[in-house]
C-alpha cells in the first residue's frame, strides 16, 4: 500500500477527476483535489517521491521542517534538493512545528518569521506552510496571515474535533500519519464523492518496493546511519581508515 506504483495509482486518480489543484487555485474553485506532503525525516525521499510525479506530468506541494533534529534543511546538499524540486515544479512550503509554543499571536509571528528565513535561504519565495501536529486549540482558530497560505485554513481543510471517515464536512481529508490511511483511501471512486478533498502523504513512508511500517523505519533509519558515516568521511580525515570498521547496512529505496 506503500510503494511507488500504489502512489501512481493515487496520482493517476486524481488526475483522472480533471479537478487537480494547488492551494493557491483552489481558492477561486467550487471543486478541487489538493495533494500535499509534510516532510518529517528524510529530504531524500521526498525527493525520489518528487520525482515518481515528475515522470506523471504531476506536481504538488511539499512543506518542510525548519526545526528538525532528523535533517538540516540548510545543509548544501539538501538546499539544492529543494532547489531542484523548485525548478521542477514543485511547490515548497513551511513544515512549522510548534514547539510548545501556544500563544496565537507568537505563533502567527514565529511562522511569518520562519517563512521569511527560509525564502531568503533558498532563494525563492516561500508562500504556504502547514502545521505539524497540530493542536485542536490551532486547528480551530483557523489561522490566515495575509499573502501566505495555511494548508489547514478553512479553504481546505474542515476543523471538526469529532470528525469520523463518515462525517459529511465541506472538505474531505484523507491522511496517511502513522502508515494508515486516516479518514479513506484516496481511490477514484472515494475522490469522486466528494467537491473539495485534500490529500496528505509524508514521503518518509513511500518506497519503491513499499513496506510495513516496522519494515519502512528499519530502511529508513539504515538510510540515516548511512548518511551519518558519510557525512563523518567527507568532514574528518582521519576517519577513512577507520570506516571499515562499522557494519554495512544494506539500504534498499
Not at 216 to 227: G, H
Request: proline content about 3%; hydrophobic content about 35%.
Amino acid at each position: 500500500m506503500f510503494s511507488f506504483d500504489d502512489y501512481r495509482e493515487i496520482v493517476r486518480a486524481i488526475k483522472a477527476t480533471g479537478r487537480y489543484a494547488t492551494y493557491e487555485e483552489a481558492l477561486d474553485k467550487d471543486s478541487f483535489v489538493i495533494m500535499r506532503h509534510d516532510v518529517e525525516y528524510s529530504v531524500e525521499r521526498a525527493h525520489a517521491l518528487a520525482k515518481v510525479e515528475e515522470s506523471m506530468d504531476f506536481r504538488s506541494t511539499f512543506f518542510f521542517q525548519w526545526t528538525n533534529n532528523s535533517y538540516n534543511i540548510l545543509s548544501r546538499k539538501n538546499r539544492d534538493i529543494l532547489s531542484d524540486m523548485h525548478e521542477r515544479g514543485q511547490h515548497i512550503g513551511l513544515h512549522f512545528a510548534l514547539n510548545g509554543m501556544t500563544d496565537m499571536r507568537v505563533i502567527r509571528e514565529r511562522i511569518k518569521q520562519e517563512i521569511d528565513m527560509l525564502s531568503n535561504m533558498l532563494g525563492f519565495e516561500i508562500n504556504s506552510f502547514s502545521i505539524h501536529r497540530p493542536s485542536p486549540d490551532v486547528l480551530a482558530e483557523n489561522i490566515k496571515i495575509s499573502g501566505i497560505i495555511n494548508a489547514y485554513q478553512d479553504d481546505f481543510f474542515t476543523f471538526d474535533p469529532k470528525a469520523t471517515p463518515e462525517s459529511d464536512l465541506d472538505v474531505k481529508y484523507m491522511s496517511d500519519a502513522n502508515h494508515v490511511w486516516r479518514y479513506g483511501y484516496p481511490d477514484e471512486e472515494t475522490i469522486n464523492k466528494y467537491d473539495k478533498v485534500q490529500i496528505l502523504t509524508h514521503p518518509f513512508a513511500w518506497t519503491k518496493k513499499g513496506y510495513d511500517n516496522l519494515e519502512n523505519y528499519k530502511t529508513l533509519v539504515n538510510e540515516k546511519y548511512v548518511e551519518l558515516i558519510d557525512s563523518i568521511d567527507n568532514e574528518c580525515k582521519d576517519f577513512g581508515a577507520l570506516r571499515d570498521n562499522f557494519e554495512k547496512l544494506p539500504v534498499e529505496l
